[in-house]
Nanobody, 122 residues
Framework: HVQLVESGGGSVQAGKSLRLSCAVS????????LGWVRQDPGKEREGVAA???????MYADSVKGRFAISKDNAKNTLYLQMNSLKSDDTAMYYC?????????????????WGQGTQVTVS
């Protein structure tokens, strides 16, 4: 049974930081493509950051230089460090996972999703 459980969301003022965590179980964590996706009501879902099995990362242009994705294979945990938060970052943040497609992690399409954690920036 695959489980992804996010934590660390909250309400903060603009300019502040938050660190999201995602505890993952039921999969061989180190073999999976991992990512963070966000959605605010009335807006399209947006891929925020992703990390592949080798630790290579990619980011949406809107968060480059402010957010950092990382993972701890020993702890089966995915992180998202969010700095210099803006009101536009307000959204529900979901962590997600999937096996590579022909050994590559592509985009933000995943089969496994967490329940989300709310981030509100005012």
């Amino acid at each position: 049974h695959v489980q992804l459980v996010e934590s660390g969301g909250g309400s903060v003022q603009a300019g502040k930081s938050l660190r999201l965590s995602c505890a993952v179980s039921g999969i061989t964590f180190r073999r999976y493509c991992l990512g963070w996706v966000r959605q605010d009501p009335g807006k399209e879902r947006e891929g925020v950051a992703a990390i592949d099995v080798n630790g290579i990362t990619m980011y949406a242009d809107s968060v480059k230089g402010r957010f950092a994705i990382s993972k701890d294979n020993a702890k089966n945990t995915l992180y998202l460090q969010m700095n210099s938060l803006k009101s536009d970052d307000t959204a529900m943040y979901y962590c997600a996972a999937d096996l590579p497609d022909q050994s590559r992690c592509v985009g933000y399409e995943y089969n496994y999703w967490g329940q989300g954690t709310q981030v509100t920036v005012s």
